[in-house]
């Protein structure tokens, strides 16, 4: 009999939790049925006991961004796994696959001796030598190419850009080339590369390193992309997109690398199309990834307060969109609020906002909200950049408008 | 402590050092204007098999381009481009490497493929786009690829490619192959980023690469004197610690002694290599360019006459025996008639299938995909009379 499968309620470190997997559906390929999934959940409850109580699942705390250490400290001794940070997790995942494919390798800026800007390389130039992990002079355009070249040549190379605003300069290689080539040789040479690196707003870092990649990215045919947010689906995504045979760009976030939490000791390797569901509930649909999960996870504080029961989705895969349990999301709340990091115009949510409105079109009571930053550069005034990203107060506004 | 970069002597006089050289890098060459071999030119001797097949070869490129070319005048293919005047180069290129060395095109290249072994009738295939075409008609014509001769699918964008050779070379290092990667592209491509890039790159990290520049004088409509100002390409090779060479690539013993030298380099030392081959380029950019617009008719065809490659190495294989009248005249009227048989044949080969649209953008059609498709096929069947009949669905 199959282990039950336990979904986590954001990397909250005042949650510590147990994952176990379910050994028979570790990853789920393109195209094939979704049928094996479960709808339900197994809620475990900060003590680490069962919770079939649903009334009291939903009393369940979960922080935005996770900075304080945590209660389950205590509990932490006897529970199997172990904690780290989502940077470690990148890490781990990464030097986990290195171990087991020796073509898998790492290219970019500082990612040797330096470790990496987000230290998520550190320690492997040190144990995989210079040629598997390699440090490239600042030119993006050039090492994707060269990380494309090696690919089609039989590795796997993960291209770390040091941040993803930079990867703009690899756009020509990246859509002309990466996304293309398969499909232009006729299917005679394969692109196994995985492009990964921080992006979105951060902390007065400018308006050229708050770039969000993903919008500009999404319409790249040939290419995957998935967005992590906590330190668990970070190293299952890192795994996946490796082991995969097409091009990923995995999105990751500069504020989250710091985020701690609790994750099996046993490999595991997580689905690239598939989403997460943060919270299950039954008035509005949530969609959100990466950081806005947080501010969404904070809102849903303040609306159970109030009431309310968000059923909150990290969607995780941007392209393709997980459109079966979002579907399945839409079909029971018939409400859904899009919470997203991108610019409004051409950005994520527009994207979401159309596919759904296409395919579950019947089942909205009401038109889809979307919540995005503002269509201007993100600026430099710490006020000022922050008004330019969604914050938990809009969401829950949105929410209880979207509800009456 | 001395500055980073080492040790470096010191002087009080303030000199500049001139943007131009004294005297232009010297240029490689063996055999003179006649196809007779200069005196005191050192160079890898070629036997006779060798000499008489590039000779071939270089024949072959010469008919396959004439007759696809008027073929698109005739409307038959949509487009095609010529490497007329660079038949040296594609061959003798071809000829010093080995199998194994991996060959990263601009689009003037097909020479080298043909060298390795693709027939006429892969050529016409690609360029009708029909079904047995291995891109599967997604490309434009003279886009050729095929992994099996390790001719990486050419891309229309230019200079990419240059990049993805010091990538591929990178690998072969970690692999420790006893092989190389060649990659080829023109003045143009050499002032994009990625050429840059990618070369001090190479320079850096030791790789096994063997860049290849054609320097045919124009990049479409643009001569070299508005590409650069630099003494052509060569002198670029020292600017970035890569060891290069000027070759007139013209010249096939030339192109050939001198890649086989760099390839031995390449492997042996384990360092890129840089060489300049001097040609024109006595065709149009492409079918859709009309070169008399911007040089004059009588320069290109002084080109094309007086100083053909082809007829250059003829003269030299002639001169020793190896090669006659009558072997030339069966030789292009055989290719002639092989071309347009396959010719033939390709136009008459069915198109790609529909469901070929959608596959190979990822290893497994995702839902999305496969949505279209559906979606694509149902417009088919409402309106079949708008569907081009020659494509099966």
């Known amino acids: ?119 998520v390389t550190k320690g492997l130039a040190k144990k995989f030598g210079d040629l598997r992990v390699l440090d490239t002079p600042i030119a993006e355009n050039s090492f994707t190419g060269m990380g494309i070249g090696a690919a089609m040549t039989g590795l796997r190379p993960i291209v ?28 005679q040479f394969k692109i196994p590369i995985v492009i990964r690196g921080p992006g979105g707003v951060g902390r007065q870092l400018g308006a050229e390193h708050s770039q969000r990649l993903e919008s500009y990215f999404q319409s790249i045919p040939g290419i995957q992309m998935v967005a992590c947010s906590t330190p668990y689906n970070a190293k299952g995504l890192m795994k996946a997109a490796i082991r995969s045979d097409n091009p990923v760009i995995l999105f990751e976030h500069v504020l989250l690398y710091n985020l701690k939490e609790r994750i099996p000791d046993e490999e595991y390797v997580l689905s690239l199309e598939e989403a997460e569901m943060v919270r299950p509930g039954e008035h509005v649909t949530i969609l959100t990834y990466s950081r806005m999960r947080y501010h969404v996870m904070q809102a849903a504080k303040t609306l159970v307060n109030k009431g309310y029961d968000p059923e909150v989705i990290d969607i995780r895969s941007l392209k393709p969109f997980d459109l079966y349990t979002i579907g399945n999301s839409v079909k029971k709340t018939h409400r859904v609020l899009i919470v997203e990091e991108c610019m409004r115009t051409g950005g994520i949510g527009a994207s979401l906002t159309a596919a759904i409105n296409e395919n579950f079109h019947d089942y909205l009571d009401a038109p889809i909200v979307c919540l995005s930053s503002q269509d201007v550069p993100t600026p430099y005034a710490g006020t000022l950049e922050e008004w330019t990203v969604v914050q938990p107060a809009q969401i829950v506004t949105a929410v209880e408008q979207l509800c009456q | ?36 071999p200069l005196a005191h030119s050192s160079f890898i001797q070629v036997s006779k098999e060798v000499a008489v097949r590039m000779y071939t070869e270089m024949v072959t490129l010469q008919t396959m381009d004439n007759i696809f070319y008027e073929a698109q005048r005739q409307g038959r293919i949509s487009f095609y481009v010529t490497s007329i005047g660079e038949e040296a180069i594609n061959i003798a290129s071809a000829a010093a490497l080995r199998f194994d060395d991996l060959v990263f095109p601009q689009y003037r290249e097909p020479g080298v493929l043909l060298w390795r072994g693709f027939t006429l009738q892969e050529f016409a295939n690609q360029c009708f786009g029909n079904r047995d075409d291995y891109g599967k008609g997604r490309q434009m014509p003279i886009h050729y690829g095929s992994n099996k001769l390790n001719y990486f699918t050419v891309s229309s964008t230019i200079a990419t490619q240059i990049p993805h050779a010091v990538g591929a070379a990178y690998s072969l290092k970690m692999d420790k192959k006893d092989a190389c990667v060649v990659t ?64 007139d690539g013209n010249d096939a013993l030339a192109m050939y002694s001198s890649v086989q030298a760099a390839r031995v380099m390449a492997i042996g030392e384990q360092r890129p290599i840089l060489i300049e081959a001097l040609t024109y380029r006595a065709g149009h950019h492409s079918t859709s360019d009309d070169s008399t617009k911007y040089r004059p008719a009588n320069e290109i065809e002084w080109w094309r006459t007086a100083r053909d490659p082809v007829s250059r190495l003829r003269k030299w294989i002639e001169s020793n025996g190896w090669w006659s009248e009558e072997a030339e005249s069966e030789l292009r009227s055989n290719v002639r008639k092989q071309l347009l048989h396959a010719i033939q044949v390709a136009e008459k080969v069915e198109k790609p299938p529909i469901s070929d649209l959608f596959t190979d953008v990822y290893d497994v059609p995702p839902s999305n995909l496969r949505e279209q498709e559906m979606v694509l096929r149902e417009t088919i069947k409402r309106y079949p009379q708008e569907y081009p009949g020659d494509v099966p669905v």
């Open chain 1, 1 to 119: 009999m199959a282990a039950a499968i336990f979904q986590g309620f954001g990397a909250s470190t005042a949650l510590s939790l147990s994952k176990s997997i379910d050994s028979k559906r570790v990853k789920l390929p393109f195209g094939r049925s979704l049928s094996e999934r479960r709808a339900s959940f197994v809620v475990v409850g900060s003590d680490g006991r069962l919770v079939s109580d649903s009334s009291r699942a939903r009393k369940l705390v979960t922080n935005a961004v996770a900075t304080k250490a945590d209660s389950a400290a205590s509990t932490s001794a006897s529970k199997p796994g172990h904690e780290l940070l989502l940077f470690e997790a990148l890490q781990e995942g990464l030097e986990e696959e290195m171990d087991r494919d020796p073509h898998v390798c790492v290219m970019g800026e500082d990612v040797g001796h330096y470790g990496g800007s987000y230290k």
């Open chain 1, 160 to 187: 770390e850009g040091m941040n993803m605003g930079f990867l703009l300069l690899a756009y020509n290689q990246i859509s002309n080339n990466c996304g293309m080539l398969h499909y232009t040789s006729g299917g």
């Open chain 2, 1 to 36: 402590m001395d500055f980073p970069g080492g040790k470096v002597a010191f002087t009080p006089e303030m000199s500049f050092i001139s943007e131009s050289p004294e005297e232009r890098a010297h240029c490689y060459r063996v055999l003179d204007e006649d196809g007779q």
């Open chain 2, 184 to 247: 080829y592209f023109g003045d143009g491509g050499t002032s994009e980023g990625d050429f840059h890039a990618a070369i001090n790159f190479a320079a850096v990290r030791e790789a096994p690469v063997i860049f290849i520049c054609r320097n045919n004088g124009w990049a479409i409509s643009t001569p070299t004197s508005d590409q650069f100002r630099s003494d052509g390409i060569v002198v670029r090779g020292q600017a970035y610690g890569v060891r290069s060479i000027r070759v």
